[in-house]
């Protein structure tokens, strides 16, 4: 059953069961997932049947052919990316069975508590504490910053500080935090857009169960790098069509205003379209890859190429359109559900493409990243490897 032939014959019968035309949208994808038809890969009976990931692209295209349902990965990103993935490494069974099926049909939104304001770019620096308490629980407080979703979020990946007497890459344990318990607090943080897509997260005596605690006490570090990994692919090598991401705008203004063009300009767009292209090659690739295992340090290059190539092809937009690309059409504050790099217009397009190289983890972490873990250069020094996290300086 996990061949082509399997599951093109599983996901037949599945529309055969649940005629996308006349079955609810949730039931459906609730149906598709029991079907294990919803991420095949997955083991059976958390919506998968074990086979290639590969033969995923079999049972997409059988679904869009009959007009079933999709998911909305753009809502439910983090949740996909990022959660489902660390969750089906570390979590127990009974996590996995509680977890995976409403965050894969869409019914619970995921968000991550990981960045905080006193941390920056060096996200073991966190400071945000977990206390055991007497009854086996966890009593969390501190502050988290950027969390995309936050507002939208029933459940959230959050890593907490729980030895303060260990070095800070040590001492980290990995928690599912209930967005709904007492304690937790979100405030919209407006962006230069004037949206505000991220949030603020204040925790104040959260009390998180030990049964949601994701892998051992003290080894959050590890179980957070396999999350930030998945991150790093699913924001710098998502699956786009030719034109699909930042070019696509560019290249549509040049065919359709050809008063505007320049010599110099179009050389430019040259350049950045065939960049465009080969990332997005690039990308498919590197997907390929992940069917062989999880994603490696590659995508830490996939995520910068993302940024510098969002950044340099919005600015040429803005440019190409002069006076008219320095209009901004609207800064009402604004709460979206959904994370949209190319959306509205060219001045939005430029200001939220300078958020590209900060989320997701910076650009100057990945490129530490890329030159020690694929180049093999030197590591960089540091003095505070056997320091406890308590006596550094902050």
């Not at 014959?9 to 996308?20: D, G, I, M, Q």
């Not at 074990?50 to 052919?65: F, H, I, Y």
Request: hydrophobic share 40%.
């Amino acid at each position: 059953m996990t061949d082509a032939a399997g599951l093109l014959s599983r996901t037949r019968e599945l529309l055969a069961a649940h005629p996308p035309a006349t079955t609810d949208r949730t039931d459906f994808l609730r149906a598709r997932f029991d079907a294990g038809l919803a991420w095949v890969h997955y083991p059976a009976g958390l919506g998968g049947v074990g086979a290639p990931r590969s033969l995923q692209a079999v049972v997409d295209a059988e679904l869009a052919a009959a007009g079933a349902p999709g998911n909305d990965p753009r809502r439910i990103g983090i949740g996909l990316g990022m959660a489902a993935p660390t969750i089906l490494r570390y979590g127990t069974d009974e996590q996995k069975r509680r977890f995976l099926r409403p965050l894969w049909v869409g019914e619970e939104v995921w968000c991550q508590l990981f960045s905080e304001p006193g941390a920056g770019s060096d996200l073991a620096a966190l400071a945000t504490r977990a206390v055991r308490a007497d009854d086996g629980d966890w009593i969390v407080d501190g502050q988290k910053v950027w969390t995309s979703s936050a507002h939208l979020a029933r459940w959230a990946i959050l890593i907490a500080r729980t030895d303060p007497d260990l070095p800070k890459h040590l001492g980290i344990t990995y928690f599912l935090c209930d967005m709904t318990d007492p304690g937790v607090e979100v405030r919209p943080l407006r962006q230069i857009t004037g949206e505000a897509e991220f949030n603020e997260v204040f925790l104040t005596g959260v009390r998180i169960p030990d049964a949601h605690r994701l892998g051992a006490i003290g080894e959050g570090w590890k179980v957070a790098r396999t999350t930030l990994m998945n991150e790093r692919v699913s924001i710098g090598g998502a699956r786009l069509p030719r034109e699909g991401g930042m070019i696509g705008p560019a290249a549509r203004t040049w065919r359709e205003r050809p008063e505007l063009r320049t010599h110099d300009l179009h050389q430019r767009l040259l350049t950045l379209w065939v960049e465009a292209e080969v990332a997005r090659l690039t990308g498919e690739r590197l997907r390929q890859r992940l069917v062989a295992g999880e994603p490696g340090p590659e995508g830490a290059g996939m995520k910068l190429a993302f940024a510098r190539l969002n950044q340099e092809i919005s600015g040429l937009e803005v440019e190409l359109l002069g006076d008219e690309g320095l209009l901004y059409s609207d800064w009402t504050l604004r709460r979206p559900e959904l994370v949209d790099f190319t959306g509205r217009d060219a001045g939005f397009r430029y200001l939220r493409s300078k958020g590209n190289s900060i989320e997701g983890g910076t650009s100057e972490v990945l490129l530490n990243i890329v030159a020690e873990r694929v180049l093999g250069l030197p590591v960089e020094p540091r003095n505070d490897k056997d320091v406890a996290w308590k006596d550094l300086s902050r």
